[in-house]
């Protein structure tokens, strides 16, 4: 479905070297070399730059290996599609997984679902959580992936070129790093948070609006932006001193972060993002994951 050279660039460029991807491929280090080569030569592209302290991805590798995961990914999907079309199961869902989109609450309230609904199936799909592919699987819902789970609001669903279904409002919060003397704490006073810096996305309008309620009545505390929730950005919390606004849902994201409440009455909404025509088994989804809620 894909040339396969791109599995040994992708091992390549994760390892930076030569012998250390051949180590992990079970190959020697000559046919991992010859195999890039070969590669580099079809592509008419100069993939790395080889230096004496190791290899480093040119601009056009860096390209290609920002999209060349989601690349095997989706041929990957295409194939169970082309599979499934002489035989397809009519009640299977397809719910994508990642950091920021976890599943383990719909996985918990999946017998009340199948109670009402017993004919429904699920496959959990997980997915790399980068800008790109947010952006890509969300804009064309019900071709690899049907739906996920997360918080959203007008401006993210207009960005991501779908729609959501409303499941409930949750409390904004507050991610510190287990290492900071605010985590000792149940529960923060706006006052915890005078001399700190507050991680806002730029994206996303309560978030936007918390900067202006802060700047406001809070100049004390200091808020700087970020485009895109991923794993480096709670690492950055840990490692630092700054704190992130973040959802009980992200509990499990990192083992150094703890997630509390502040006092703000500010609030999110949570629910299934999907095509703007969903099918009939996402409907029938949401409306089994709605009874439990209510």
């Given amino acids: 479905m894909y040339n396969k050279h791109l599995e040994t660039f992708i091992e390549v460029a994760d390892s930076g070297s030569f012998t250390k991807a051949a180590e992990k491929l079970f190959i020697s280090p000559n046919a991992v070399i010859k195999q890039i080569n070969i590669f580099e030569d079809k592509l008419e592209l100069k993939l790395f730059e080889r230096t004496h302290r190791g290899l480093k991805l040119t601009p056009a590798g ?46 918990e309230l999946w017998p009340h679902i199948q109670t009402i609904h017993p004919d429904l199936k699920f496959k959990l799909v997980p997915f790399n959580n980068t800008p790109e592919n947010a952006k890509e699987i969300m804009k064309h819902f019900g071709e690899n ?12 669903l207009a960005y991501r070129e779908c729609r959501a279904s409303f499941i409930k409002e949750i409390p904004v919060r507050i991610a510190v790093s287990a290492h900071s003397k605010l985590a000792q704490k149940t529960q923060l006073a706006l006052s915890d948070l005078y001399g700190k810096t507050l991680y806002i996305q730029d994206k996303t309008k309560i978030f936007l609006d918390i900067e202006a309620w802060l700047n406001k009545n809070h100049p004390q505390i200091t808020t700087e932006r970020f485009t895109f929730y991923d794993v480096s950005v709670f690492d950055e919390c840990v490692n630092s001193d700054k704190l992130l606004i973040a959802f009980d849902i992200w509990s499990q994201i990192h083992p150094m ?14 629910g299934i993002l999907h095509a703007t025509n969903p099918s009939p088994n996402v409907k029938k989804f949401i409306s089994g994951l709605r009874k439990n809620y209510k």
């Fill in 257 to 270: 972060i703890k997630i509390l409440p502040v006092e703000w009455d500010f609030t999110m909404a949570f």
């Fill in 145 to 156: 992936i049907d739906m996920v789970a997360g918080v959203y609001d007008d401006s993210m």
């Fill in 62 to 107: 860096e390209s290609l290996y920002r999209d060349a995961k989601y690349l095997i990914q989706y041929a990957g999907d295409s194939l169970v599609r082309a599979r499934k079309a002489a035989g397809r199961d009519d009640n299977l869902v397809r719910i994508g997984t990642s950091l920021i989109t976890p599943t383990q609450f719909l996985m």
